[in-house]
T-cell receptor
Framework: DGGITQSPKYLFRKEGQNVTLSCEQN?????MYWYRQDPGQGLRLIYY???????QKGDIAEGYSVSREKKESFPLTVTSAQKNPTAFYLC??????????FGPGTRLTVL | EDQVTQSPEALRLQEGESSSLNCSYT??????LFWYRQDPGKGPEFLFT???AGEEKEKERLKATLTKKESFLHITAPKPEDSATYLC????????????FGAGTQVVVTP
C-alpha cells in the first residue's frame, strides 16, 4: 500500500534536547512538507522540499531543521532553540503543486 | 496576504440534520481549494479539490461547492461517523504549492 509513515507516534523531549521526527513516503512524490498544528489553529508550514537535496523555509522555520537526502525521506529536527515545541507535527507529500497527502502525525510533548 | 476563515468553529447536529460549513478566502489568484477531514489525533484525510468558481464535487453525504469568495461543504443527512474536524485550505496561483489553512470546523453528529 502506498502512503506516508511518521514515527514515533508520541515523543517526549526534555529541555535543551534536540529530537528528530521521521517521515517516509512511498508515493513517488517529489515534494514533501512539514506542518505544525496547535489547538484551535490551522496548520502552519515549517519547511518544504520540492526535490532531493533542496528545501525551503516555511512560515515558522525558526528552531527547526530538515534534510532531504533521499526522495522518500524528509526528517525534521526540533532543536533546543524552539522555545515552544509542544504540538502535533504533520508530514505531507505531493506532486509539486498538486494535492497534498498527509501522514498520521507525531505528537511532541516537552517535559 | 492570503487568508482563510472557516465558520462556524463548531457545529453540533442530530443524525439526519443537514447543514453547511463555510470557508471564505482572500488569495491572489486561486489555483485550488482543498477540503480535508481530520479525526482526533490523526492526520488530515483528503476529500476534494476545487479549481474554479461554479465547480461542485460530491462524495457520499458530502458536497463541496466553490464561488469566487468562498466554498461550502454541505453535509446531507449526516451520520455519527461524519463527526470530525473539516479543514479548508487554499493554494495561490503564484505559489509553488504552498497551502494556507483555515482553523477548521469541528462537527459532532449525535444519534
Amino acid at each position: 500500500d502506498g502512503g506516508i509513515t511518521q514515527s514515533p507516534k508520541y515523543l517526549f523531549r526534555k529541555e535543551g534536547q534536540n529530537v528528530t521526527l521521521s517521515c517516509e513516503q512511498n508515493l513517488n512524490h517529489d515534494a514533501m512538507y512539514w506542518y505544525r498544528q496547535d489547538p484551535g489553529q490551522g496548520l502552519r508550514l515549517i519547511y518544504y522540499s520540492q526535490i532531493v537535496n533542496d528545501f525551503q523555509k516555511g512560515d515558522i522555520a525558526e528552531g527547526y531543521s530538515v534534510s532531504r537526502e533521499k526522495k522518500e525521506s524528509f526528517p525534521l529536527t526540533v532543536t533546543s532553540a524552539q522555545k515552544n515545541p509542544t504540538a502535533f507535527y504533520l508530514c505531507a507529500s505531493s506532486t509539486p503543486g498538486d494535492t497534498q497527502y498527509f501522514g498520521p502525525g507525531t505528537r511532541l510533548t516537552v517535559l | 496576504e492570503d487568508q482563510v476563515t472557516q465558520s462556524p468553529e463548531a457545529l453540533r447536529l442530530q443524525e439526519g440534520e443537514s447543514s453547511s460549513l463555510n470557508c471564505s478566502y482572500t488569495v491572489s489568484g486561486l489555483r485550488g481549494l482543498f477540503w480535508y477531514r481530520q479525526d482526533p489525533g490523526k492526520g488530515p484525510e483528503f476529500l476534494f479539490t476545487l479549481y474554479s468558481a461554479g465547480e461542485e464535487k460530491e462524495k457520499e453525504r458530502l458536497k463541496a461547492t466553490l464561488t469566487k469568495k468562498e466554498s461550502f461543504l454541505h453535509i446531507t443527512a449526516p451520520k455519527p461517523e461524519d463527526s470530525a474536524t473539516y479543514l479548508c485550505a487554499v493554494q495561490a496561483g503564484d505559489s509553488w504549492g504552498k497551502l494556507q489553512f483555515g482553523a477548521g470546523t469541528q462537527v459532532v453528529v449525535t444519534p
